[in-house]
């Protein structure tokens, strides 16, 4: 079975800026991917990136990185040069074998 | 590619009714379908995992007499809420996992459906 921790129910940064969310995680699996999603307010989840844990590079797309700490089981998401289409619900996710698993979400404000 | 729809995007119904959702992998067989529910400012809740031709397990505290979940092919799973009261109401999001062109581990996700129940 697998929790996620979300400490940051809201965050806000101002335009073309850096901001970081706080993910950490607990797993009994050695197999394992960790994931954020986005949800802006169609609902539609959209996932960000994704990181393998048996990786040690972090995973980056575009502006969004991740830093992955596997002994310390914490997985972050830095958005660079924000912008105002980011702004959207951010969900961390868990997923072993059978479950995916979400946080309990951080919600992200873009400052123009 | 690998997209996932749901049908009704939006459905309200009468309390006592009961209302089908249908999940479809449009270019991607689904082997697994999932099933979850998204009360307003929280999370996603896992109700249930079907794998085609097989029933459902539900999670600890999800009524399986009330929520009907159907995994008829590789392509379709159904969610019928029986009996619908008020407190039913909420959104729910399917996802499915299969024989996908980018991985067989990711789960993607339907655009959701909101149920309201008077």
């Known amino acids: 079975a697998q929790t996620v921790t979300q400490s940051q129910p809201e965050m806000s940064v101002q335009e073309a800026e850096t901001v970081t969310l706080s993910c950490t995680y607990d797993?009994?699996?050695?197999?394992?991917?960790l994931f954020w999603y986005k949800q802006p307010p169609s609902r539609q989840m959209i996932l960000v990136i994704r990181?393998?844990?048996?990786?040690?590079q972090n995973a980056t797309e575009n502006r969004f990185s991740v830093n992955f700490q596997k002994a310390a089981k914490s997985f972050s998401l830095k958005i660079s040069d924000s912008q105002l289409g980011d702004a959207a619900m951010y969900f961390c996710a868990c997923q072993g074998a059978q479950k995916l698993v979400f946080g309990q979400g951080t919600r992200l404000t873009i400052n123009p | 590619g690998a997209v996932v729809s749901q049908h009704p995007s939006w459905v309200i119904c009468k309390s006592g009714t009961s209302v089908k959702i249908e999940c479809r992998s449009l270019d991607f067989q689904a082997t697994t379908m999932f099933w979850y529910r998204q009360f307003p400012k929280q999370s996603l809740m896992l109700m249930a995992t079907s794998n085609e031709g097989s029933k459902a397990t539900y999670e600890q505290g999800v009524e399986k007499d009330k929520f009907l979940i159907n995994h008829a092919s590789l392509t379709l799973s159904t969610l019928t809420v029986t009996s619908a009261h008020p407190e039913d109401s909420s959104f729910y999001i399917c996802?499915?996992?299969?024989?996908?062109?980018?991985?067989?581990?990711?789960?993607?996700f339907g655009p959701g459906t909101r149920l309201t129940v008077t």
């Open positions: 990181q393998e844990a048996y990786k040690q």
């Open positions: 996802s499915a996992r299969g024989l996908a062109r980018k991985s067989s581990y990711e789960q993607y």
């Open positions: 797993t009994s699996e050695s197999d394992y991917y």
